[in-house]
Nanobody, 122 residues
Framework: QVQLVESGGGLVQPGGSLRLSCAASGSIFSINAMGWYRQAPGKGRELVAIVGNGRSTNYADSVMGRFTISRDNAKNTVYLQMNSLKPEDTAVYYC????????????????WGQGTQVTVSS
């Protein structure tokens, strides 16, 4: 009964910027970590960035210094600011979150968004 919806993807030129958003909704009691993953054609899904419930962050080496992850707990939303985009960043970006629902007897579970396409090309 929890869903994550990503937005903000699109086509951008190399060197450009995009900001992705992911909003969680449903019977949410609390949210632990939230993160962004991506999957390029022919490749596996890889971690891009994670932000913990204490605002600690972790980034993949390939995006360090270019991407910034943040969250707004009041809105159950995580963001990914992407600057200095490269063609190698082209992929479907997925939002992920560890969520404790309002249902009794159920522990934290991982939820995934449907993904949003990011294409970096001239």
């Amino acid at each position: 009964q929890v869903q994550l919806v990503e937005s903000g993807g699109g086509l951008v030129q190399p060197g450009g910027s995009l900001r992705l958003s992911c909003a969680a909704s449903g019977s949410i009691f609390s949210i632990n970590a939230m993160g962004w993953y991506r999957q390029a054609p022919g490749k596996g899904r890889e971690l891009v960035a994670i932000v913990g419930n204490g605002r600690s962050t972790n980034y993949a080496d390939s995006v360090m210094g270019r991407f910034t992850i943040s969250r707004d707990n009041a809105k159950n939303t995580v963001y990914l600011q992407m600057n200095s985009l490269k063609p190698e960043d082209t992929a479907v970006y997925y939002c992920n979150a560890l969520i404790l629902t309002a249902s009794q007897g159920v522990g934290e579970q991982a939820y995934w968004g449907q993904g949003t396409q990011v294409t970096v090309s001239s």
